[in-house]
DNA sequence: TAGATTGTTAATCGATTAACAATC
DNA sequence: TAGATTGTTAATCGATTAACAATC
């Protein structure tokens, strides 16, 4: 409902393909291509080179009949699309494993992503590091992100606490909102949420593992 | 590309939408309601009160005109459409910070899954207990998965580790793969692969803000 | 009964895939 | 040149939303 007047009408599932993309890139960047196809990437990646070639569209690169895309500027123009070429700040609430986990990832810098501090309500977590992040009383969160002006928040605290956390958020000038906890959130429209919700892959390959289950066993191995 | 002969032709976006249902039908019949519309669910979950209708009558579900349908046979009949009425034994490889994350959330039993042991290659790590379950070393993991009869892996590694524990996980006969790798994997077609792309999801959240930004940035607070 | 809600068919919307002319 | 590949328009497919009769 509602997509935003400046969202020139890029699909979701185009986005969610993005990445995938930068990684084969990156990869054969690596192995010193100069240039790459669509067909070649639709191998690589089973996909459609159409659809390829639609999503690759949409970032404005031009290629040559017969050679491809140059691979440096399909790139860069890759990461302008997703705007991963300039860093945001962002918070994080919930110095759990998972919130462990997003902390030590380094791979974040590269998409875009500058986790500056985390957030927690244990005392027996606040005040210590976290692979170079301090950890920072809850209550500290809307006061801090106002003044750092913090655009991004993720929640990875446990699903009870995740409305007031996204209030928290919210309440600092937060808007874009990263969540890792099963729940809801109930946020004012011009916050950007985007959910992890692990229970619906796992419905998705519950799902097929319960419909093909039977079928896979009775095929004997040897 | 071939769907499974077995699958009822159930939308991937309906089996999504599952876990969401479930978890406010819990909260309802915690509250001790007896009976739920389609129009209460929707309103809830900000849906269309259609879809949710339409999504319902997946599960084999028969309502009541002006009553709804019965709260605890409806949980009952999602639960059974997505399997979780019975417990898969799975095998998590990659006992890291992630790793630990999963192993520590106790919700997954609810949800069909149930992580009997961890796989490592750091022998720091191997013979360690996290969270009750005793982390192994890789190499083992396709014989005891054999001999357990596990039917599903869950992929917690650096990317760069993560075929290889695909293709150990596939020697070991499982056929469902849960992936949070950020990494493609080539499996044979009758494994199921569902991947946990965090990137892909970045992607989206990125795109928004970019698009966004400024807009949000320009208009005064007070 | 009146009217809220179900169940289902039809219409719309959006994304994928196919077809094909243009080009290097 | 010949032919692989791009860019784009048209056709198909699938999911969402609208419309409406049936029902309790």
Redesign the pocket.
């Known amino acids: 409902m509602g997509k935003s007047i400046e969202d020139h009408g890029v699909?979701?599932?185009?986005l969610r393909r993005m990445p995938a993309y930068l990684r084969l890139l990156s990869q054969l960047q690596r192995l010193g291509d100069q240039a790459v196809?669509?067909?070649r990437i639709a191998e690589e990646l089973k996909?459609?080179?159409?659809?390829v070639?639609?999503d690759?569209?949409f970032t404005g690169?031009?290629?040559?009949?017969?050679?491809?895309?140059d691979l440096d500027e399909l790139i860069a123009k890759i990461e302008h699309f997703l705007g991963w070429d300039n860093l945001s700040d962002a918070f994080l609430a919930g110095a759990g494993n998972l919130g462990r986990a997003l902390l030590g990832y380094s791979g974040f810098t590269a998409h875009g992503l500058n986790i500056v501090a985390a957030f927690d309500t244990d005392p027996q977590k606040v005040g210590s590091q976290v692979y170079n992040r301090e950890v920072l009383p809850l209550e500290k969160l809307p006061d801090l992100a106002r003044r750092m002006h913090v655009a991004i928040g993720i929640i990875t605290v446990p699903a009870a606490a995740a409305q007031n956390v996204a209030d928290l958020m919210v309440a600092g000038g937060i808007y874009a909102i990263w969540n890792f906890a099963p729940a809801q959130l109930n946020v004012p429209e011009n916050v950007i949420v985007e959910h992890e919700h692990l229970s619906a892959t796992l419905a998705v390959l519950s799902r097929k593992l319960a419909q093909n289950g039977l079928k896979n066993i009775s095929v004997p191995v040897g």
Do not use: H
């Not at 699909?11 to 185009?14: C, G, I, M």
């Not at 690169?61 to 895309?69: A, C, F």
């Open positions: 699909p979701k599932p185009t196809s669509c067909t996909q459609d080179p159409t659809q070639r639609k690759l569209a690169i031009t290629g040559k009949p017969r050679v491809g895309y």
